[in-house]
């Protein structure tokens, strides 16, 4: 069974910042690009970041460019979002998701994480 289990979010004051983590199991992931996208309330999901199979190309959202870095452990099925200068408006349920093509659109993604909480006090 194909699980994405994320890890890492919390209530962190504005300027801080966090470490996402997702660690991918049931299949091996190395082969799959891995992504990032978020969903605040009352707003559809959108995509924040993603990572290619090899880890050498890399989308970001324009509203994150510069305070998020994707990254990857494809030894160990795992993606990465570190999060600097964290702002009230980056409040939203973090999911993990992979499928086999890099995209920027979130319905292309065939695999979802069940989600972390980041929430940003102002």
């Known amino acids: 069974q194909v699980q994405l289990v994320e890890s890492g979010g919390g209530l962190v004051q504005a300027g801080g910042s966090l470490r996402l983590s997702c660690a991918a199991s049931?299949?091996?992931?190395?082969?799959?690009?891995l992504a990032w996208g978020r969903q605040a309330p009352g707003k559809a999901r959108e995509f924040v970041a993603g990572?290619?199979?090899?880890?050498?190309?890399?989308y970001y959202a324009d509203g994150v460019k510069g305070r998020f870095t994707i990254s990857r452990n494809s030894a160990k099925d795992t993606v990465y979002l570190a999060i600097n200068n964290l702002k009230p408006e980056d409040t939203a349920v973090y999911y993990c998701?992979?499928?086999?093509?890099?995209?920027?659109?979130?319905?292309?993604?065939?695999?979802w994480g069940q989600g972390t909480q980041v929430t940003v006090s102002s």
């Open positions: 049931g299949r091996s992931f190395s082969n799959y690009a």
């Open positions: 990572i290619s199979a090899s880890g050498n190309i890399r």
């Open positions: 998701a992979a499928d086999t093509r890099l995209s920027r659109t979130p319905a292309l993604y065939t695999y």
